[in-house]
């Protein structure tokens, strides 16, 4: 099966800073690749996805870049703010079946 | 639109007991899955449902099961419970047809004593 690991597990950063979240997937039959964030307490929320047949997508301050060939994946945050604190995911998906990495623990420093 | 439902929200049960857990998609959305979350495991896909199909199947035991209404409603089963199984229940909802995004529940919180 799908195998997706994430890198750093956790990350602190100031705040105006940039975040970089890394993911690597092992199915190269995996052609969708969400992004979600979880606030404490909450509902994962999908923030940015991007499809196998694209090779980034930004919106406003978040981006996602795959490179398909070196299976790998990765979330840029520029300019972080307090409330982008919270745990990302990346996520792998191949026929509806979604394979998460194991999250991320994102710190902004005020 | 309303977004994706679940209940109840927290639950608690005793080892050897079953538990049934609903979740209703967003208005449209036909296909439900669901997922277990836990420290130690994270999120894992455990099943899917279209049209009341299941369409794929997630590494978990028998004890698990589910199952979809032709409203799109879905229910999951958990028998036999065990200290193991105490976890956040996750749903997500997806057209499908004409989308394959995920949109996810707020989740069942359950607790096996």
């Known amino acids: 099966g799908e195998n997706v690991e994430q890198h750093p597990s956790t990350l602190s950063v100031q705040e105006g800073d940039s975040a970089v979240i890394k993911c690597t997937y092992s199915?190269?039959?995996?052609?969708?690749f969400p992004w979600y964030k979880q606030e404490l307490g909450k509902r994962p929320q999908l923030i940015i996805d991007?499809?196998?047949?694209?090779g980034e997508k930004k919106d406003q301050r978040i981006a996602v870049t795959l490179n398909k060939t070196a299976k790998h994946f990765s979330l840029h945050i520029t300019e972080t703010q307090p409330e982008d604190s919270a745990v990302y995911f990346c996520?792998?998906?191949?026929?509806?079946?979604?394979?998460f990495g194991a999250g991320t623990t994102v710190t902004v420093r005020a | 639109k309303a977004g994706v439902t679940q209940t109840p929200r927290y639950l608690i049960k005793t080892r050897g007991q079953q538990v049934t857990l609903s979740c209703s998609p967003i208005?449209?959305?036909?296909?439900v899955s669901w997922y277990q979350q836990t420290p130690g495991q994270g999120l894992q896909f455990l099943f899917e449902?279209?049209?009341?199909?299941?369409?794929n199947k997630g590494n978990f035991p028998g004890r698990f099961s589910g199952r979809q209404f032709s409203n799109s409603r879905s229910e999951m089963n958990v028998s036999t419970l065990e200290l193991g199984d105490s976890a956040l229940y996750l749903c997500?909802?997806?057209?499908?047809?004409?989308?394959?995004?995920?949109?996810f529940g707020p989740g069942t919180r359950l607790t096996v004593t």
């Open positions: 997500a909802s997806s057209s499908r047809t004409g989308g394959i995004e995920q949109y």
């Open positions: 199915d190269s039959a995996s052609n969708y």
């Open positions: 991007i499809r196998s047949n694209v």
């Open positions: 996520a792998a998906s191949r026929e509806y079946k979604l394979s």
């Open positions: 208005s449209g959305h036909r296909s």
């Open positions: 449902y279209f049209s009341e199909t299941q369409r």
